[in-house]
């Protein structure tokens, strides 16, 4: 019984995401789709896939896992430069953010920050794979 509950802690600690953040091309979450994550609750700016920024952001997701409450701010150039497009705090907490369809003004969307993470400690069932709404 111990030895079990250490593997299973284990692999839990292994694929829990602090945060998942997905792209797709066709609004309601249809189309090509880029979906973006780390087990790490880091604060960093990441510039989107060029080849879905050229085509446009239709729809999106985000969720943050409850121990790090990742916030998530959203920007018209790469670099997280430009206008913020929008944003979700994770002091919220959000669990989730989606966004069936952006406007056009946020289809331009180029990168998005995370910041304000937690260091909490991991506690209870976690998984961010990705969002529970996400279709795949
Ligand atoms: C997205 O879903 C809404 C609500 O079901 C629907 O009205 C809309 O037509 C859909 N848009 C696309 C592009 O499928």
Redesign the pocket.
Known sequence: MHKQAILVFAFVVAVANAWSFTVWQ???K?GKYRRYFDVHAGNYCFNLDTEMTNAGI?SFSYCSMPWTRCSITIHSETGCNGVNLGSATGNAPVDEWNK??TSAEGSLMKSFRIQGCQAAPIVGTIDCQKCSRDPF
């Open positions: 066709g609004a309601n249809s239709q069936d369809q």
